[in-house]
Structure formats: structure tokens, C-alpha cells
């Protein structure tokens, strides 16, 4: 059974979505302030965070970037702000989703499955073996999930690492943003797909010796992005 923790100061949508997703067969604690949903998220062990972005004591920002320094268990971020800087600055920080309160109990449960049955697949058998994929100086460990360029060892979260891998795996294919959003997240991407953007320009700061001429991840205006050989 997989164990989500749930970090939200409004106790009556903590206990909401506890109860939702106990009904979908998860095993979920809640924590109500950021300090001690911080504590519990670093030293025990989780499936899935979902973490509310304004919290007392540590916000969901903070929380978000300490377990990602650490962890690559999936992360979803809820807030009733619809500002895109928070949610740029949310995926930023390794964050996998962002959902804008309100929201329906029901889409949060869709969401956690979708990210939960990705990570189990990309994380598991369904892997190749020994797979690696090297293209002009860029290596990707398939198996072990490692990244390096030019020999220098990157960190990649989760979804990047995913990202980088499927398109490294379909050179020259051009794919659209929600391809993107609906092959990595297993989702549709409902018009919001600044995910994938943000995404895109995370991979590139780690892989691109110049981030506004891309050697290997090609913007291809209009359409998407394609990985160039």
C-alpha cells in the first residue's frame, strides 16, 4: 500500500483529501504546519508528498526544495494562488504537479495515481537493463537513473530525468507540449502545460553550454520540442 503524507494547515481540506484517498486504497498522514510536515517528510518514508504551498512556520516552497535535495519521490503542490510565478517557481524547485484550489477530490486522487503508477514503472522492471544512451558528450544511465555531461555528474529530479530519457529515446521526433505532458505525467494536460516548459528549461541549464542555442533539446516554435542528433 502506498503511503502518501499530506502537509495542509486548513484542517477541514487536509482530512477531504485524506479521506478520498483512503477510499482509493492509499495509506495517507497529515501534518497541519510546515515545520513538523518538513520533519516527518525527511525522516520517514513516503510514496507521494502533496504539500500545500502556504503553511505556518515553513512554507511548501522550502519543504519541496529540502526533500528534492534528498529524495525523488514525486511531489504534488496545491495553493489557492493561480499566479504562474508560484507555479514556475513550485516546479522549479523539483515539484512533479501543481494543482489550483479549488480543485475536485476526485482530480487529486486521478493525479496521484498517474504519478504513482509512472514513478513505479520508470523506477522498476519496465526499465531495459544496462541501458545507456550517449550522444555527443552526453551520457544517461537508463538503469541506475544518472546523468552526466562531459564526464560532470548533474542532478536531474524525477520528471527531468524522465523527460530527457524519452526524448534522448525518440531523436529527431518532434513532440508537442501536451505529447510531452500526457506521456511523462500520464495525463492530459487540461491547457496547462507550462510543466513541460519548465521542465525543459531546467534539463537545458544542466545539459546546454548555451542555454539560448541548444545543442541537444530543439524549440521548435509553434510545434514543440525535438532532441537533435
Known amino acids: 500500500m502506498s503511503r502518501i503524507l499530506i502537509v495542509e494547515d486548513e484542517v477541514a481540506i487536509a482530512e477531504l483529501e485524506k479521506d478520498y484517498l483512503e477510499l482509493s486504497g492509499f495509506e ?18 513516503y510514496d507521494l508528498f ?16 529540502q526533500i528534492r535535495d534528498k529524495k525523488n519521490t514525486p511531489i504534488i503542490m496545491v495553493s489557492a494562488k493561480k499566479d504562474d510565478i508560484d507555479k514556475i517557481r513550485g516546479l522549479g524547485l523539483g ?9 475536485s477530490p476526485s482530480e487529486l ?4 495515481k498517474a504519478h504513482l503508477s509512472r514513478y513505479d514503472r520508470l523506477t522498476g522492471s519496465a526499465i531495459e537493463a544496462n541501458k545507456i544512451i550517449e550522444i555527443r558528450g552526453l551520457k544517461i544511465d537508463t538503469t541506475a537513473r ?14 527531468e530525468f524522465d523527460l530527457l530519457t524519452f526524448l534522448a529515446g525518440h531523436q529527431n521526433h518532434v513532440y508537442s507540449k501536451e505529447e510531452l505532458f500526457r506521456e511523462i505525467w ?8 507550462a510543466t513541460v516548459t519548465v521542465h525543459i528549461k531546467k534539463i537545458r541549464e544542466k545539459i546546454e553550454v548555451d542555454t539560448s542555442n541548444p545543442q541537444y533539446i530543439e524549440t521548435i516554435w509553434g510545434v514543440g520540442y525535438r532532441f537533435k542528433v
Not at 109 to 112: N, T
Not at 186 to 193: A, F, H, L, N
Request: proline share 3%.
Open 95 to 103: 515539484a512533479d504537479d501543481y494543482l489550483t484550489k479549488p480543485f
Open 146 to 159: 544518472r546523468v552526466w555531461i562531459n564526464g560532470e555528474e548533474k542532478t536531474f529530479t524525477t520528471k
Open 50 to 65: 502533496i504539500l500545500d504551498l502556504m503553511l505556518p512556520g515553513v512554507d511548501g516552497f522550502e519543504i519541496c526544495k
Open 28 to 45: 495517507v498522514e497529515t501534518e497541519n504546519d510546515g515545520e513538523s510536515g518538513l520533519k516527518k517528510a525527511l525522516e520517514e518514508e
Open 109 to 112: 486522487v486521478a493525479r496521484v
Open 186 to 193: 500520464d495525463m492530459e494536460s487540461i491547457g496547462d502545460i
